[in-house]
């Protein structure tokens, strides 16, 4: 159907993620008429398997830590134990809460949800059960799925962050495959709820995609906390028995555990919907598109994980959001991968945006980079953590890169986004003026210190 021709909606949506929902409320609110089609429940990963429930366990951690480590800060307190069904109820509280909250909104913006799995029948029709809904354009948002390795497979003591995130007790041994954002995290939750914790990781650093001083500062960390890593081992296999999982390394070595979390990435949801038979492209299982978001077959767009690129919720949002309001005709502005904002919320977190040093270099040749450490930052101290602020700019440039870690400094990333998404200039940072005592302050002393008039920090 062309672009032009008429159909039941403007816009049909398949998948009601972060993408997908985002689209349909955006389509809304600019006069589109919409059908959102879900097979599951509304929000998608994010709202019930990955954002929101593992930041809510990552809280409940650091309740757990601060419980453990009050006597550090004058205050008698201990540890009595780990309540996971008491955890479990206040993670799936929260979720539910924003479940209805989305619920309403949806419904409020008087789009037609459309309950079911749906399959694509030709370009412009989706088919849910006796259904056909068919439309000027349509927007795939199908999202992703845990990943496992070839002969590795999931059931049992052996689990992916869905079944992890509701076991009922914690686990004495945890083995965690896979170093990126999800294992790190998990690796936290379960070390502070007082799991052995020993994450494997294939390649030779934890949160590999990281600037490498991240990686580096993250380890030392986790060192001090007492959780393992091997880093630049290969996973060969695991076996189940009564109440022990065994891991073995290529390297000859085992670790038995009681839990073995597999954390090796996402693959896209797309197969057997019907992409292929449609004309659209589907590359080793992703949608691949301009930066227009289009799929090549015209009027129909891809949004979210099934995009290659960065699989985060808030992308999921701007895409859905640059996809309905490209069908409106607003024409908006592309949206630039690298500026999008990264946070890892282990403890410490990791908050970070645009280029890494080696990326930069790779970009520019030369850089300028400066380190602020969080040890000359009043309220770190307070806190207690340790880290830093790093920034990477253009010689004589804008900030291209800004990498963060500590404790809390996910909640720093608005700024950095904003400085390196306006390409801001350390001189123009230094002149804006950071509360004291803030972890934000760090923010604010890294580029001072970059404009070369650095306060409490060593010239
Ligand atoms: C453990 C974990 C933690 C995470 N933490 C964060 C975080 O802290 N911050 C962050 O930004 N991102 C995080 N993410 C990533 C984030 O959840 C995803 O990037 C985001 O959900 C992607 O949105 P999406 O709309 O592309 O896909 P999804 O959220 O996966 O939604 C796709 C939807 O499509 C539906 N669907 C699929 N096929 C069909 C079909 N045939 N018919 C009808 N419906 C269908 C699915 O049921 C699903 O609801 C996390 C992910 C995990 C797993």
């Not at 038979?277 to 590359?283: F, L, Q, R, S, Y």
Request: one cysteine or more.
């Amino acid at each position: 159907m062309p672009a032009d021709a008429a159909g039941d909606y403007d816009v049909v949506i398949l998948g009601g993620g972060s993408g997908g929902y985002a689209c349909a409320l955006r389509s809304a609110e600019l006069g589109l008429s919409v059908a959102l089609v879900e097979k599951g429940r509304l929000g998608g990963t994010c709202l019930h398997q990955g954002c929101i429930p593992t930041k809510a366990l990552l809280h409940a951690a650091e309740v757990a830590d601060v419980a453990r480590e009050g006597a550090s800060f004058g205050v008698r307190t201990t540890l009595e134990s780990v309540d996971m069904p008491g955890v479990n109820a206040y993670k799936d509280g929260v979720v539910s809460r924003l479940y209805k909250g989305l619920q309403g909104l949806v419904k409020a913006a008087k789009i037609d949800y459309v309950e079911g799995a749906g399959v694509l029948d030709g370009p412009h029709t989706v088919v849910v059960g006796e259904r056909r809904l068919t439309g000027r354009n349509v927007v795939l948002a199908t999202g992703s799925y845990a990943k496992t390795l070839p002969g590795l497979e999931v059931g049992g003591r052996i689990m992916t962050s869905e079944q992890a995130l509701s076991i009922d007790h914690v686990p004495g041994r945890v083995v965690v495959l896979g170093g990126g954002v999800i294992g790190v995290e998990f690796a936290s939750v379960f070390k502070s709820f007082g799991s052995e914790v020993t994450i494997i990781e294939a390649l030779p650093r934890l949160v590999a995609a990281e600037d490498e001083a991240i990686s580096k500062q993250l380890e030392r960390s986790f060192r001090k906390r007492k959780i393992a890593f091997k880093t630049g081992v290969r996973f060969a296999g695991a076996t189940q028995e009564g109440d022990v999982v065994t891991v073995s390394l290529e390297s000859g070595e085992s670790i038995e555990a009681d839990l073995l979390l597999v954390a090796v990435g996402r693959g896209p949801v797309t197969e057997g919907l019907g992409y292929e038979a449609a004309g659209i492209t589907v590359d080793r299982g992703f949608v691949p598109t301009d930066s227009r978001l289009r799929t090549g077959v015209e009027g129909v767009y891809a949004v979210g994980d099934i995009v290659p690129g960065l699989q985060l919720a808030h992308r999921g949002f701007a895409q859905g959001i640059f996809v309905a309001e490209e069908i409106a005709g607003l024409a908006p502005a592309c949206i630039e991968e690298s500026g999008i904002p990264r946070v890892t919320y282990c403890d410490p977190e990791i908050a970070s945006v645009g280029l890494t040093e080696a990326q930069a270099r790779d970009k520019y040749g030369d850089v300028a980079t400066y380190e602020y450490n969080l040890g000359g930052n009043g309220k770190s101290q307070i806190l207690g953590t340790q880290g830093f602020v790093k920034l990477v700019r253009q010689v004589d440039g804008p900030v291209v890169g800004v990498h963060m870690i500590g404790a809390r400094m996910g909640e720093q990333v608005g700024e950095a986004q904003l400085i390196v998404n306006w390409e801001a200039h350390p001189e123009d940072v230094s002149g804006l003026i950071h509360a004291h005592p803030t972890q934000n302050e760090a923010l604010g002393e890294a580029h001072l210190a970059l404009a070369g008039k650095p306060l409490h920090a060593h010239a």
